[in-house]
């Protein structure tokens, strides 16, 4: 079958401001910018971001097109979740607020008893949350 477990993925996204972006995915959280590109005036040409782990099979990808930008319409149900499998660094919360997030209350207790939700600043939602994922789902 061609698509599988194993297939990459892609959470693409608007964002207002790619710097800020950058700095709170890449020097909050750690991700390695994976490809940029640099777009025109014109309508239809974009900047784009694209951040992940090496050796993970997803990334992310904010784009900001400035002929036409797509304000971000993020809701707090709007979740990126990371099973960290273990206590949240305290150091890397304080990195991610210094680096332009928000750290916010959940409207789901689950996160708030598990985890900790920290918005980006355009509004979405990163969960570091404590449990692995073989101990989330069960």
């Given at each position: ?54 050796d993970a099979d997803w990334h992310v990808e904010l784009v900001h097109e400035c002929a036409r930008p797509v304000e971000p319409r993020p809701t707090e149900e709007d979740l990126l979740v990371i099973y960290v499998d273990g206590p949240v660094p305290d150091d ?47």
């Open positions: 079958m061609p698509v599988n477990g194993r297939s990459h993925i892609r959470i693409a996204r608007p964002s207002r401001d790619l710097a800020a972006a950058e700095r709170f995915w890449a020097e909050g959280l750690g991700l390695t910018v994976v490809w940029r590109a640099v777009g025109g005036p014109e309508p239809g040409e974009h900047d784009l971001l694209m951040l992940g782990w090496p890397l919360v304080a990195r991610l607020e210094s680096c332009g997030g928000k750290r916010v209350r959940s409207p789901n207790p689950y996160w708030n008893e598990w985890g900790v939700t920290i918005e980006d600043p355009d509004g979405y939602r990163l969960v570091l949350c404590r449990r692995g994922w073989s101990n989330a789902r069960a």
